[in-house]
């Protein structure tokens, strides 16, 4: 059975850092590009990065650009994001997604997941 389990939100300050990790089971894991999506209170789940097998393509969120890093470790089927100077507007569940697709836009939709994990909160406080 396909599972992605995050870990390591929590509270932090404004300015602080986090490092979110995914654990991938159950799937192929090179086959799959990887992304991290969030979703805060009252809004939609939004695309805020994404990684494709190899770690050789990359994409951020305009809004994250410079301040987070994704990065996979194939070996331990692992998917990272290092959030650093967190705002409180980053506050949200972030969730871990699996996507099959070749073509890299595609990484950005929700509609193209093939596997979300659970979520796991973070919250920057001001």
């Known amino acids: 059975q396909e599972q992605l389990i995050e870990s390591g939100g929590g509270l932090v300050q404004a300015g602080g850092s986090l490092r979110l990790s995914c654990a991938a089971s159950?799937?192929?894991?090179?086959?799959?590009?990887m992304a991290w999506f969030r979703q805060a209170p009252g809004k939609e789940r939004e695309f805020v990065a994404a990684i494709n097998w190899s770690g050789e393509i990359i994409y951020y969120a305009d809004v994250i650009q410079g301040r987070f890093t994704i990065f996979r470790d194939n070996a331990q089927n692992m998917v990272y994001l290092q959030m650093n100077s967190l705002k409180p507007e980053d506050t949200a569940v972030y969730y871990c997604?699996?996507?099959?697709?070749?073509?890299?836009?595609?990484?950005?939709?929700?509609?193209?997941?093939?596997?979300w994990g659970q979520g796991t909160q973070v919250t920057v406080s001001s």
């Open positions: 159950g799937l192929t894991f090179r086959t799959y590009a």
């Open positions: 997604a699996a996507n099959l697709q070749d073509n890299p836009t595609r990484w950005k939709s929700r509609i193209f997941v093939n596997y």
